[in-house]
């Protein structure tokens, strides 16, 4: 992952300071190179004579509640140490506000490659496939995860996730809300009065799974490290397959990041059913009915998400606010799709 270079929101003095009081064999000084991606919580790669770190801190400002969980992020990931989802290695943990004015984390740095668009135009077309099955192999493990065993038993509510998903991103929509969009207010509607019954399965999900948040090895067709764990809970595992493919019937390009339009067996990607099929054969499902219900239900998400990003962009929060309004004007269209896909429900 390549990092840009502002380090104006990340006091590496403090920084270092802090480290050297609570990281033993830590050594400084200390520079500060931040991500160009992620909208949510600022990320910055730390070079130090001893090796390479990265940081995780929530965002300045005022801050929607329950947003920007760094805590859980940092406790999720040292969970699945000795798991077989592949994580970064957690350092330290800060929950003193007064070092840097917010909470943060330390993990190791991962070496690996990042692929930022599904269409993975920097491979050849027969390399494509194995990346996609590495994919979908670590997304079934992700729900697979002994909850009792890593200590997640109670890393969410209990209950129906979706009618819990629904009231929650309702009420952060409408906290960000900046303008009425008509066909968002339609599918929350939808959704609320479609709410499937509860069907007992509860796992771990990512919360944001796609392919731009996973790290791969140098060399091989292997997930080095699941990254962005800030949406994770315990929840549906439809609800994660559901936003792969939601996220693929969306537009090509660094915006949509879709494969909507391809030719996908000529490019070498893989189409939305064999990708559900063989998801279903890694966890013995025969089936998932009514996963039109699933991509409604993952564009409204999503789209309450980036309402979010837009929201802090205006409010001078962001960690890109000119990137934060561009994703903000895709909320409509992902209403829109929302939809449509509940119409096939």
């Given at each position: 992952?390549?990092?840009?270079?502002?380090?104006?929101?990340?006091?590496?003095?403090?920084?270092?300071?802090?480290?050297?009081?609570?990281?033993?064999?830590?050594?400084?000084?200390?520079t500060a190179q931040k991500f160009p991606t992620g909208q949510s919580n600022p990320t910055f790669r730390l070079a130090t004579p001893k090796g390479?770190?990265?940081?995780?801190?929530?965002?300045?400002?005022?801050?929607?509640?329950?947003?920007?969980?760094?805590?859980?992020?940092?406790?999720?990931?040292?969970?699945?140490?000795?798991?077989?989802?592949?994580?970064?290695?957690?350092?330290?943990?800060?929950?003193?506000?007064?070092?840097?004015?917010?909470?943060?984390?330390?993990?190791?740095?991962?070496?690996?490659?990042?692929?930022?668009?599904?269409?993975?135009?920097?491979?050849?077309?027969?390399?494509r496939g194995p990346i996609f099955d590495e994919m979908n192999r670590v997304l079934a493990a992700i729900h697979e995860v002994d909850l009792a065993a890593t200590g997640l038993a109670d890393y969410g509510p209990s209950g129906n996730y979706y009618r819990r998903q629904i009231d929650r991103w309702t009420t952060q929509y409408?906290?960000?809300?900046?303008?009425?969009?008509?066909?968002?207010?339609?599918?929350?509607?939808?959704?609320?009065?479609?709410?499937?019954?509860?069907?007992?399965?509860?796992?771990?999900?990512?919360?944001?799974?796609?392919?731009?948040?996973?790290?791969?090895?140098?060399?091989?067709?292997?997930?080095?490290?699941?990254?962005?764990?800030?949406?994770?809970?315990?929840?549906?595992?439809?609800?994660?397959?559901?936003?792969?493919?939601?996220?693929?019937?969306?537009?090509?390009?660094?915006?949509?990041?879709?494969?909507?339009?391809?030719?996908?067996?000529?490019?070498?990607?893989p189409e939305d059913a064999a990708f559900i099929e063989a998801y279903c054969a890694r966890r013995g499902l025969t089936g998932i009915p009514r996963f039109g219900f699933y991509i409604a239900f993952a564009n409204f998400r999503m789209a309450g998400i980036l309402q979010g990003v837009k929201k802090r962009a205006l409010d001078g929060n962001a960690s890109n606010p000119e990137k934060g309004l561009r994703l903000g004007a895709l909320v409509p269209g992902l209403a829109e799709a929302g939809l449509e896909a509940a119409a096939d429900a």
């Amino acid at each position: 992952m390549g990092a840009g270079a502002d380090t104006a929101t990340l006091d590496v003095e403090a920084v270092g300071g802090w480290i050297a009081a609570h990281v033993p064999g830590f050594s400084g000084p200390v520079t500060a190179q931040k991500f160009p991606t992620g909208q949510s919580n600022p990320t910055f790669r730390l070079a130090t004579p001893k090796g390479d770190l990265v940081l995780r801190r929530k965002p300045p400002g005022r801050l929607l509640k329950s947003a920007h969980a760094v805590d859980r992020e940092y406790r999720v990931q040292e969970a699945l140490a000795e798991t077989p989802v592949p994580v970064a290695r957690m350092i330290a943990y800060c929950n003193d506000l007064a070092v840097i004015g917010s909470e943060f984390y330390l993990m190791e740095h991962v070496q690996g490659r990042h692929f930022n668009l599904p269409h993975l135009p920097e491979l050849p077309p027969d390399a494509r496939g194995p990346i996609f099955d590495e994919m979908n192999r670590v997304l079934a493990a992700i729900h697979e995860v002994d909850l009792a065993a890593t200590g997640l038993a109670d890393y969410g509510p209990s209950g129906n996730y979706y009618r819990r998903q629904i009231d929650r991103w309702t009420t952060q929509y409408r906290a960000s809300e900046t303008e009425t969009i008509p066909a968002m207010d339609a599918l929350i509607a939808w959704l609320d009065a479609n709410v499937p019954p509860d069907d007992g399965q509860t796992c771990l999900t990512h919360g944001d799974y796609r392919l731009d948040n996973l790290l791969f090895a140098p060399d091989a067709p292997r997930v080095a490290a699941v990254l962005d764990w800030e949406l994770s809970t315990l929840g549906h595992p439809y609800a994660d397959l559901a936003q792969v493919i939601m996220q693929w019937q969306r537009p090509p390009g660094p915006e949509g990041r879709g494969l909507a339009g391809l030719d996908r067996a000529a490019e070498g990607l893989p189409e939305d059913a064999a990708f559900i099929e063989a998801y279903c054969a890694r966890r013995g499902l025969t089936g998932i009915p009514r996963f039109g219900f699933y991509i409604a239900f993952a564009n409204f998400r999503m789209a309450g998400i980036l309402q979010g990003v837009k929201k802090r962009a205006l409010d001078g929060n962001a960690s890109n606010p000119e990137k934060g309004l561009r994703l903000g004007a895709l909320v409509p269209g992902l209403a829109e799709a929302g939809l449509e896909a509940a119409a096939d429900a």
